[in-house]
């Protein structure tokens, strides 16, 4: 397994655009996370599946913003009429379930979508 | 609401020899993980160590190992014989205890950049 994985890497887009990022988590894992990183600052939670379901949007997701998870594997999420204030880094997690033993709590993050709005 | 705080935006060490970054956190809660996590420049975000808030044992993973003062909020991260390979942004996280939605919701300080020099 190659663990999370996000595309694309690297979006570049003009203000009032709509883009969309895919996550692929690890296969065996039934949770995923989207978390939104700023330059210089710690990851933010934006959502939460547990397999299909989506069960916890942050505030900081407006209604641009929306997530999908069909079938419980791969997640999107698409930014509708983009701002500048949306730049940043987007951030994928997956996790097994399961609230005892090694994996307590651990996330296991893809590299990232760096999302640049001009 | 938690808030994790880290107030060294950046640290150096020299090669082979021993660092402490610092963490305080804020929570009403009596039930909680706390997280230490690394993100090499342009790679993922990766877990590098964790303390469960009802042990009073400080946890350790070969070089790294956390001083945990629950009464203090403090969680401090100390590497020791630092190798070129441990330079990143460094991230203190939290995490409630219990199930459901709070299992994957970390909130992240600002992170620390540590920087190795041979």
């Known amino acids: 397994d190659t663990g999370v994985s996000q595309d694309p890497r690297h979006k570049i887009t003009k203000r009032g655009q709509n883009v969309t990022f895919r996550c692929d988590p690890i296969?065996?894992?039934?949770?995923l996370y989207w978390y939104r990183q700023t330059l210089g600052q710690g990851p933010e939670f934006l959502t939460y599946?547990?397999?299909?379901?989506?069960?916890?949007k942050s505030r900081l997701l407006s209604n641009r913003f929306s997530a999908e998870r069909p079938k419980g594997s791969f997640s999107t999420l698409e930014i509708q009429r983009t701002e500048q204030g949306d730049s940043a880094m987007y951030l994928c997690?997956?996790?097994?379930?399961?609230?005892?033993?090694?994996?307590?709590?651990?996330?296991?993050f893809g590299e990232g979508s760096r999302l640049t709005v001009l | 609401a938690q808030t994790v705080t880290q107030s060294q935006p950046e640290m150096s060490v020299q090669e082979a020899e021993t660092v402490t970054l610092s963490c305080t956190y804020d929570?009403?809660?009596?039930?909680?993980?706390l997280f230490w996590y690394k993100q090499p420049p342009s790679r993922q975000m990766i877990l590098v160590i964790r303390?469960?808030?009802?042990?009073?044992q400080n946890a350790t993973e070969n070089r790294f190992s956390v001083n945990f003062q629950k009464a203090a909020k403090s969680f401090s991260l100390k590497i020791s014989d630092s190798q070129l390979g441990d330079a990143a942004m460094y991230f203190c996280?939290?995490?409630?205890?219990?199930?459901?939605?709070?299992?994957?919701?970390?909130?992240f300080g600002q992170g620390t950049i540590l920087t190795v020099h041979p």
């Open positions: 997690a997956s996790s097994p379930q399961g609230l005892a033993g090694p994996n307590t709590g651990e996330l296991f």
């Open positions: 296969s065996e894992h039934n949770r």
């Open positions: 599946f547990q397999n299909e379901a989506q069960l916890e």
């Open positions: 929570t009403s809660e009596s039930d909680y993980y």
């Open positions: 303390q469960e808030a009802y042990k009073q």
């Open positions: 996280a939290y995490r409630r205890g219990g199930g459901g939605t709070s299992y994957g919701k970390l909130t």
